[in-house]
């Protein structure tokens, strides 16, 4: 299960350096995102990995991750054609991926127990200030995406008679807005309680040294 795990970080550091690369040397444009969508699709393994007992992460912290990025990715950006031009959907891959090279780099090296100081402290430390901002240019290109889920009708349902419903899809997207804050407060203490785990061991190790 380890060298599993091993391999899975080895295919994400992979992807997501490809993209990273890919999006410097292109200034930061690199069209519709193939290998985004299939990195993304393939975080949904990390659940699983979870869920049958193969990583000690916590579940909600992670599947609220997963979850955001999907949600914004394929619902809204992918759905989009107009959005995925916008700045907005660079800046926000190129927070994505730098989160993403770092912390897969981190853990296939920490499951062969290799750690590196710097490596290590940009693990625990980068999301602080890069998650939240990640999580505000998600809500931003949520809101530039709103006037064409508006033109569009992109999602939205009116039911026949004698059913008089429908969802009006930015209502929707206006509603998550919230819940991806709520999200993001409760992922941010999650990520603190991790670095705060982590710097404990580190002062009994070197108690012990």
């Not at 989160?99 to 940009?122: A, F, K, Q």
């Not at 033109?151 to 419903?165: A, M, Q, R, V």
């Not at 206006?174 to 309680?193: D, P």
């Amino acid at each position: 299960m380890n060298m599993y795990l091993f391999v899975y970080d080895l295919m994400q550091f992979c992807g997501h350096s490809w993209i990273f690369t890919n999006m410097i040397i292109r200034f930061m444009t690199f069209g519709k995102g193939l290998v985004m969508r299939l990195c993304q699709l393939l975080s949904v393994l990390e659940i699983l990995h979870i869920l049958i007992g193969i990583d000690k992460s916590r579940l909600l912290p992670r599947f609220l991750q997963i979850t955001e990025r999907i949600i914004v990715l394929f619902v809204v950006i992918n759905s989009q054609e107009e959005v995925q031009g916008k700045y907005i959907v660079c800046v926000l891959f190129f927070l994505w991926n730098l989160l993403d090279v770092v912390r897969y780099t981190y853990n296939m090296l920490s499951r062969m127990g290799i750690y590196y100081l710097p490596l290590t402290w940009l693990n625990f430390s980068l999301c602080i200030p890069l998650y939240p901002l990640s999580v505000l240019s998600e809500a931003y290109a949520i809101c530039v995406s709103l006037p064409y889920f508006e033109s569009f009708g992109t999602y939205s349902i009116k039911l026949p008679f004698p059913f008089t419903f429908s969802i009006y899809f930015p209502y929707v997207l206006k509603m998550y807005l919230l819940v991806l804050f709520i999200g993001m407060c409760f992922t941010m203490q999650n990520i603190f309680s991790k670095r705060k785990a982590h710097q404990g061991t580190d002062n009994i190790k070197n108690k012990r040294s």
